[in-house]
């Protein structure tokens, strides 16, 4: 596992030349210093996002990876009002409930333009109208996302897009239902593939020794993109790898 020792902030070109396909994960001694080295990289992208447009549409997931990450961006002083956020995936529950992504990210995001995925009670046997409205809320600010923010899973998934799942087949660029997720609960909502896919940008995390074989699945060119869906995230112009993993000695 090749991890390089430093932090970059590059410019749109540098990006996509000096994280390009060869990139190595960064990784950082601590979880306090890769929380901070990730924002700092996160905020110098909606930076740039927002020079050059009036808004930046900004994609994350919930989970306690992230979650000191953006406690340390959203102190910063951006035009937050001009920047929305969206759930790269939720799990169907109820509003309001413990186990959404939604409870936990939306305090952090007051000052911006945070959209949460709602089902209303009559749709929870069927949630596809949700799905319709959520990807109808993206398409106002462009139908895509200018920036995302993900973690890897133990098994190499991110979003709720699981290794050799069908999920992972749909075609459909927007949010997909997930049925029979191998994690519980076993019906989510995730950007798909695709949607992912055409992001601008993107930061992924491997936080946590049990995170260790998705990252050497993730730097291993054998290993298949359905074995291993963070890979997704390869195909970006712009990415970022940041892991709190250090080598075996």
């Known amino acids: 596992m090749a991890l390089t020792k430093e932090i970059f902030l590059y410019s749109a070109r540098e990006c996509g030349i000096m994280d390009g396909p060869n990139a190595s994960p960064v990784s950082y001694a601590s979880r306090q210093a890769a929380d901070a080295a990730a924002s700092a990289w996160l905020l110098e992208r909606l930076e740039r996002i927002l020079a050059e447009k009036d808004h930046a549409v900004f994609g994350v997931v919930g989970g306690r990876s992230v979650s000191g990450i953006l406690s340390l961006l959203v102190q910063e002083q951006l035009p937050w009002e001009q920047v929305h956020v969206f759930l790269l995936d939720e799990r169907l529950v109820e509003k309001g409930s413990a186990e959404s992504n939604a409870t936990a990210i939306a305090p952090l ?5 945070f959209h949460p995925f709602l089902v209303d009670g009559t749709e929870q046997a069927s949630p596809l109208p949700a799905l319709h409205r959520y990807e ?49 609960p076993p019906e989510r909502m995730s950007a798909s593939k695709s949607l992912i896919a055409s992001a601008t940008g993107g930061l992924l995390l491997f936080y946590g020794e049990g995170k260790r074989h998705a990252l050497e699945m993730f730097e291993d060119p054998s290993v298949p993109e359905d074995d291993c869906p963070a890979k997704i995230v390869l195909s970006l112009p712009c990415r970022r790898v940041v892991t709190d993993l250090q080598e075996r000695n």
Do not use: M, N, T
Not at 109 to 113: D, G, I, P, V
């Open 109 to 113: 995001f007051s000052r911006a333009r």
């Open 136 to 184: 109808a809320e993206l398409a106002q600010v462009g139908r895509r996302f200018d920036l995302i923010l993900l973690s890897a899973g133990e098994d190499g998934h991110i979003a709720s897009l699981f290794p050799r799942h069908p999920a992972l087949s749909d075609q459909h660029q927007g949010f997909i239902l997930v049925e029979h997720a191998p994690k519980q």
